[in-house]
């Protein structure tokens, strides 16, 4: 039977959609279903496969190529591919409804934890009466360096060209909950899109829950940057919430922007930023230089993965059977 190399281009649970990939790395042709019989190998959107023919744009998994990074969720007991070999994350917030700065923290600290680059984009600056409320959730963010702007997918045209030049070359992701945007943010820079949705979801026989499957769009060609590189676009289904049982704590302190130059300044090295004695991260709050909510969100996130801790061996049993080749060692025990 006939190999090829194949992009991942839609996941719905346990259902794939591929399409051939060429030597010059563009992806064409009819969208091809992909079995796992074994269930060995688990797909994120974004991975490069070889496949093996089964019959008419039917295929299965021979292998899954290394990962550039993988990003995912997870609590203590199961995890959520979301995306693979991403250059960055667009973090759509909305001025309605509102959002939750708990998932944007957790956004960000995934992006860090997995060296993907992050953008942050405040879509719906059309509903102006929110827009002041929104900005200053978003501000901390600013402040710490994260690209951050402002759009209104459905009303405001130029907003959208401008933020174009970000977007060309690279492999975006759009997270975010449920209503914000990201879809209608996709409609807006990718005119076909809507058409190609409605051919993902006839194909992966998603009926009416289109929105629960991971989904590839190149860019039109404006996404093209000076290397000849077309960008592209990944739409993912909101979500609720973003568990990052699977960092581990040096991961986690690693993954905080702001705590990076103090770390190790604290009076113990294992120092979880709790009530211990000269504490150089709680001191950086009282200076103001380091926001409660951050703190507060470390520590969330540090209690998180102790619980994952006790649950390791399942998790490291899982990362084994999900990838052919991990994207980064197995948490150290
Ligand atoms: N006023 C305003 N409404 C918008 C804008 N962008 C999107 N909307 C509306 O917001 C709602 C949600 O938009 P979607 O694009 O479906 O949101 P989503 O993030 O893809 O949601 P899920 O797929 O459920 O995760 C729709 O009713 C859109 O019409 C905007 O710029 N301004
Ligand atoms: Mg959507
Ligand atoms: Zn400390």
């Known amino acids: 039977m006939e190999q090829f190399r194949a992009l991942l281009t839609a996941s719905y649970g346990r259902h794939y959609l591929a399409q051939k990939v060429a030597d010059d ?8 279903q992909v079995s796992t019989p074994a269930k060995q190998h688990v797909g994120a959107v974004g991975d490069l496969m070889l496949l093996e023919s089964t019959s008419l744009n039917q295929a299965r998994i021979i292998r899954i190529e290394e990962r550039r990074n993988l990003l995912y969720r997870s609590d203590a007991f199961k995890s959520k591919l979301i995306a693979s070999n991403v250059d960055q994350i667009l973090v759509v917030l909305a001025t309605q409804p509102a959002f ?5 923290g957790r956004a960000v600290v995934a992006a860090e934890a997995h060296d993907i680059g992050l953008h942050i984009v405040l879509n719906k600056c059309d509903l102006t009466p929110s827009l002041a409320t929104a900005r200053k959730l978003v501000e901390p963010y600013a402040r710490m360096g994260y690209p951050v702007t402002e759009v209104s997918a459905k009303f405001d045209p130029v907003s959208m060209a401008s933020m174009q030049s970000a977007l060309c070359g690279k492999v975006s992701v759009l997270v975010g909950q449920s209503g914000m945007g990201k879809s209608s943010l996709l409609n807006a820079w990718v005119p076909n899109a809507a058409a190609l949705t409605q051919e993902y979801s006839v194909r992966l026989d998603t009926g009416k829950h289109t929105t ?30 973003f568990g ?13 922007r702001e705590f990076k130059d ?45 619980t994952a801790d006790t649950q390791i061996q399942g998790i490291t049993q899982a990362k084994e059977r999900w990838s052919t080749s991990p994207t980064k060692p197995s948490k150290k025990l």
């Open 100 to 104: 939750s700065p708990d998932l944007l």
């Open 25 to 32: 790395g563009s992806h064409f042709g009819e969208l091809i």
């Open 262 to 306: 103090l770390l190790g300044h604290c009076r113990f090295h294992n120092c979880a930023h709790q009530s211990e004695p000269d504490c150089a991260i709680r001191e950086a709050v009282d200076k103001q230089q380091i926001t409660p909510e951050r703190l507060n969100l470390f520590r969330q996130l540090h209690s998180d993965s102790k």
């Open 212 to 241: 629960t499957a991971c989904r590839y769009f190149d860019l039109p060609e404006w996404g093209r940057d000076t290397q000849g590189r077309l960008g592209a676009l990944i739409d993912s289904p909101g979500f609720q919430e």
């Open 244 to 256: 990052l049982a699977h960092l581990s704590v040096s991961e986690l302190q690693h993954a905080f």
